[in-house]
């Protein structure tokens, strides 16, 4: 079986360090790190938002894949910096203040990595003016807000006012996701998505930077 096979199959089963190992077996025989991440890597994390949307992978599946992207792109961050590549796009990702909740967060983090984004986490428990000091330190194209609490969904309306009187919002895409979400919230609020998966939010998030799916 081909290399680029095997590295394929190690992402989407979720085999970390052998995916890994299989980069490096790449680099080393004179692989080009763009085109492994184009051609290989982004192509097995869109087959695994494929499997999750079928139902034949769920939330376990999803967060191996997403480790095993993360870990066979450690070689290659270096590289690809040092050959200029830029990322699909910057994302500020957080869940909202009063939430601690992160697993849903650290998901959709991790399939972002994988699809070729920049993604500063800010973590859990992020207040309205530390989401708005991000955006004017980083500048990224999307926000993604995360909220798993009942309660806690007004915190996403107060950081999107927030962001509007910081005269920021027209600069930034704002995303949002968590359970007790709805495509109908996230309007009333005022976000521009809203993403009931991890793969959801990949492919808004694409499509906010003029990728296709």
């Known amino acids: 079986m081909a290399l680029s096979q095997r590295l394929f199959d190690a992402i989407v089963d979720g085999k970390a360090q052998l995916a890994k190992s299989l980069v490096e077996e790449e680099l080393g025989a004179g692989a080009d790190p763009m085109a492994l991440v184009s051609e290989t890597m982004i192509p097995a994390m869109d087959e695994v938002g494929k499997l999750f949307q079928e139902e034949e992978f769920f939330v376990p599946e999803l967060l191996l894949s997403g480790r095993a992207m993360k870990a066979a792109m450690e070689p290659l961050r270096p590289l690809l910096a040092a050959a200029g590549a830029k990322p699909a796009g910057v994302v500020i990702a957080g869940t909202v203040k009063g939430d601690l909740h992160d697993i849903g967060k650290n998901l959709v983090i991790s399939m972002l990595e994988g699809a070729?984004?920049?993604?500063?986490?800010?973590?859990?428990?992020?207040?309205?003016?530390?989401?708005?000091?991000?955006?004017?330190?980083?500048?990224?194209?999307?926000?993604?807000?995360?909220?798993?609490?009942?309660?806690?969904?007004?915190?996403?309306?107060?950081?999107?006012?927030?962001?509007?009187?910081?005269?920021?919002?027209?600069?930034?895409?704002?995303?949002?996701?968590?359970?007790?979400?709805?495509?109908?919230?996230?309007?009333?609020i005022g976000a521009d998505g809203y993403g009931a998966s991890a793969s959801d939010a990949v492919a808004l998030a694409r499509r906010q930077v003029g990728l296709s799916n």
């Open 116 to 188: 070729g984004f920049k993604v500063i986490d800010l973590g859990a428990d992020v207040t309205p003016q530390q989401f708005v000091e991000a955006i004017r330190e980083h500048q990224p194209h999307i926000l993604c807000l995360s909220a798993l609490l009942t309660v806690t969904m007004t915190a996403m309306k107060t950081t999107i006012d927030a962001i509007e009187e910081a005269g920021l919002r027209q600069s930034v895409k704002v995303l949002v996701g968590g359970a007790p979400l709805s495509a109908r919230y996230a309007a009333e």
